[in-house]
Nanobody, 123 residues
Framework: QVQLVESGGGLVQAGGSLRLSCAASGRTFSSFTVAWFRQAPGKEREFVSFISSGGHNTNYADSVKGRFTISRDNAKNTVYLQMNNLKPEDTAVYYC????????????????WGQGTQVTVSS
C-alpha cells in the first residue's frame, strides 16, 4: 500500500505560481511512477504530468507544457509540481497518483490516489 497526501494548493491570481507537493508513505516510493491529474467541476479527470521512478523521464499535457515542471525527491518520498504562469483554466482539484512499474496518461494506469488539493486561479 502507498498513501499519498497532496498539499500546496490555494488561491492565486492569473500569472502567479504555486508548488504542489505529494508526500508518500508506505511501500518503496522510489520504485513508483507518480503522476498529477486534475479535475474541474463538471469535467472529467485529466492528465497533467508524470515522472518515472528514477526521475529521468517526464511527460506533460500540452496544456501545461512550458509552464509546469514535475520533479521528485526520493529521499523525502515527495513529488512536486511547480506551476508557473497560472491561468484561470488551470482551476481544478489536483490529484497525485502512483503506480509500480507502469506509467501513462490514463487514470486507469494508477493504483493509488491522494485526496486532492484545490487550485483556484482568479482572472
Amino acid at each position: 500500500q502507498v498513501q499519498l497526501v497532496e498539499s500546496g494548493g490555494g488561491l492565486v491570481q492569473a500569472g502567479g505560481s504555486l508548488r504542489l507537493s505529494c508526500a508518500a508513505s508506505g511501500r518503496t516510493f522510489s520504485s513508483f511512477t507518480v503522476a498529477w491529474f486534475r479535475q474541474a467541476p463538471g469535467k472529467e479527470r485529466e492528465f497533467v504530468s508524470f515522472i518515472s521512478s528514477g526521475g529521468h523521464n517526464t511527460n506533460y499535457a500540452d496544456s501545461v507544457k512550458g509552464r509546469f515542471t514535475i520533479s521528485r525527491d526520493n529521499a523525502k518520498n515527495t513529488v512536486y509540481l511547480q506551476m508557473n504562469n497560472l491561468k484561470p483554466e488551470d482551476t481544478a482539484v489536483y490529484y497525485c497518483a502512483s503506480a509500480a512499474y507502469k506509467y501513462g496518461s490514463s487514470p486507469s494506469r494508477y493504483d493509488y490516489w491522494g485526496q486532492g488539493t484545490q487550485v483556484t486561479v482568479s482572472s
